[in-house]
């Protein structure tokens, strides 16, 4: 998913890059919910919520993609593939 993510807001400005997050945070959010709650396949601690979720997975691919955009400013001059 975060590839996926990645190439789709690569030539995106900022507020495209958050809102962009939705679609792919929200299914993850909904199938982690739905699994913890009938399922036994995910426990979550004591305090743990679907916002705790959504809130790390979010930081998670803008953290990735922040990451990603850095190295392709590195990499500006060198072969890359855009």
């Known amino acids: ?5 990645n190439q789709w ?9 958050v809102l962009k997050l939705f679609p792919f945070t929200i299914p ?3 199938i982690e919910t739905f699994a913890a709650k009938k399922t ?3 426990t979550w601690r004591k305090g743990w ?3 705790h979720s959504f809130i790390s997975l ?5 953290l ?7 190295i392709r400013i590195i990499n500006k001059d060198d072969l ?3």
């Open 1 to 5: 998913m975060l590839l996926y993510y």
């Open 40 to 42: 036994d396949l995910i």
């Open 80 to 82: 890359s593939v855009d």
């Open 49 to 51: 919520t679907r916002y």
């Open 9 to 17: 807001t690569h030539n995106s400005k900022p507020a495209g890059i």
């Open 28 to 30: 993850q959010v909904l």
């Open 58 to 62: 979010a930081i998670k691919l803008l």
């Open 64 to 70: 990735c993609r922040g990451i990603i955009s850095t």
